[in-house]
């Protein structure tokens, strides 16, 4: 299994894909998903827009992929995360399908290496040793049979996250 945990800023990880933690709009906005956007550049917003005026707002679990800008990546893989409601919203299986949707949309552009913050462990509030649990489950799953898709990169932007993601991968090796 190929999933390495780093500790920073992703828009400064060089990689195929890094993976943003977007809202429905596509339009940018706070967190991961503002910086992504700034750093990025306008390109990004402008392929958003197209995507956005070709099939309207990206839903919870999907994913959609742009040009990364001035990002140190070839794509972003935009992905919105669910908001956490108790759990009792389905938000386990919309954030399985968030990292799944990802991983399939890499697949399907023959990237190797796709970098993922913790998605919706941030405003969306979704409890982040469940939302690692989640997403190292996810991503060991699709690795089995990738054909493309040969490591993945977790980025952890606060030490809970990093500490989190670490002990968790400590146990699957």
């Not at 920073?8 to 967190?31: E, F, P, R």
Request: glycine letters at 8%; a positive charge.
């Amino acid at each position: 299994m190929n999933i390495n945990v780093k500790y920073g800023d992703i828009t400064k990880i060089s990689t195929d894909v890094i993976v943003n933690a977007a809202n429905t709009s596509l339009l940018g906005g706070s967190g991961v998903d503002g910086a992504i956007h700034r750093i990025g550049g306008k390109q990004i917003l402008e392929e958003c827009q197209r995507i956005r005026n070709s099939q309207g707002k990206c839903k919870v679990g999907d994913a959609v992929i742009t040009t990364a800008g001035n990002l140190p990546a070839k794509y972003v893989i935009h992905t919105v995360g669910p908001v956490w409601n108790g759990g009792n919203n389905n938000e386990e299986k919309l954030l399985y399908n968030s990292y799944k949707n990802s991983l399939l949309l890499a697949e399907k552009n023959k990237i190797e290496t796709i970098t993922f913050p913790n998605i919706s462990t941030g405003i969306y509030r979704f409890p982040k040793e469940k939302a690692a649990k989640i997403s190292i489950n996810a991503i060991s799953l699709f690795l089995r049979d990738s054909t493309y898709v040969k490591k993945v990169i977790l980025v952890c932007f606060d030490n809970e996250n990093y500490n989190i993601c670490e002990a968790l991968l400590s146990e699957f090796e």
